[in-house]
């Protein structure tokens, strides 16, 4: 069976840093579609992704099946958890082919390109993990606890994370079972995940871009 690539797009956060009275996923934009509709769209409309998942808060996800309800590429909108680990397992247990590619993206991105997608899964092909990052631009320092300076870190090394990131099923899938047997597994995202307990698994950053920005506070949103 030919393998598939998947957009698993995460909508479940609470977004308490932005403060409005929904999950900033679910606030319009100018045209007054959702963010969320927005970062559905981008996928959808890639010639390169065959089907489409959808993790969100457990409270929304029948909100978010009449929403997208007319997407095709849409197959499943499943109910998160409280930790993004947690969604990103959830999608895991829906998209079982082993060889299939998995595109997790912040539901909360929705300003991703045809480009990028399609460059994330040309740099995937033949198995590779892959993700989008921007070079950091400014200088980037190590401090303590109480704000002091310590080291000054070498910009030339330093990368700024963005979404997609794109691993084959059956890497991502042991990557967190590994994990998940861990009573320190504390991750922040997919790739540190495979990082951390799939140490042998090369992961290439591909060139993010600017306009791929995450709305964390309402200036972002404006």
């Given at each position: 069976m030919k393998s598939k690539n998947i957009a698993i797009l995460l909508a479940g956060g609470s977004g308490t840093r932005f403060g409005a009275d929904r999950p900033k996923q679910f606030l319009a934009l100018?045209?007054?579609?959702?963010?969320?509709?927005?970062?559905?769209?981008?996928?959808?409309?890639?010639?390169?992704?065959?089907?489409?998942?959808?993790?969100?808060?457990?409270?929304?996800?029948?909100?978010?099946?009449?929403?997208?309800?007319?997407?095709?590429?849409?197959?499943?909108v499943v109910a998160g958890g409280r930790e993004r680990y947690e969604s990103s397992t959830r999608a895991l247990a829906v998209c079982t082919g082993p060889d299939d590619l998995l595109l997790f993206h912040d539901a909360v991105r929705p300003f991703?390109?045809?480009?990028?997608?399609r460059r994330l899964i040309g740099a995937a092909a033949g198995g590779r993990c892959v993700a989008a990052a921007m070079p950091?631009?400014?200088?980037?320092?190590?401090?303590?606890?109480?704000?002091?300076?310590?080291?000054?870190?070498?910009?030339?090394?330093?990368?700024?994370?963005?979404?997609?990131?794109?691993f084959p099923r059956r890497i991502i899938a042991e990557a967190y079972r590994l994990g998940l047997a861990d009573p320190?597994?504390?991750?922040?995202?997919?790739?540190?995940?495979?990082?951390?307990?799939?140490?042998?698994?090369?992961?290439?950053?591909?060139?993010?871009?600017?306009?791929?920005?995450?709305?964390?506070?309402?200036?972002?949103?404006r």
């Open positions: 100018s045209d007054g579609r959702t963010v969320l509709e927005h970062s559905v769209a981008a996928f959808s409309a890639s010639p390169l992704i065959d089907r489409i998942v959808v993790v969100t808060r457990e409270d929304y996800v029948e909100e978010v099946r009449r929403m997208l309800h007319s997407c095709p590429k849409v197959t499943d991703v390109s045809a480009d990028l997608i950091a631009t400014d200088t980037v320092v190590r401090a303590d606890g109480e704000g002091r300076l310590l080291e000054t870190l070498r910009r030339s090394e330093l990368w700024c994370m963005q979404t997609p990131q794109c320190a597994f504390a991750p922040t995202d997919d790739c540190g995940v495979v990082r951390r307990y799939l140490p042998e698994v090369p992961i290439l950053l591909v060139p993010g871009e600017a306009a791929n920005i995450k709305i964390t506070y309402p200036e972002d949103l």
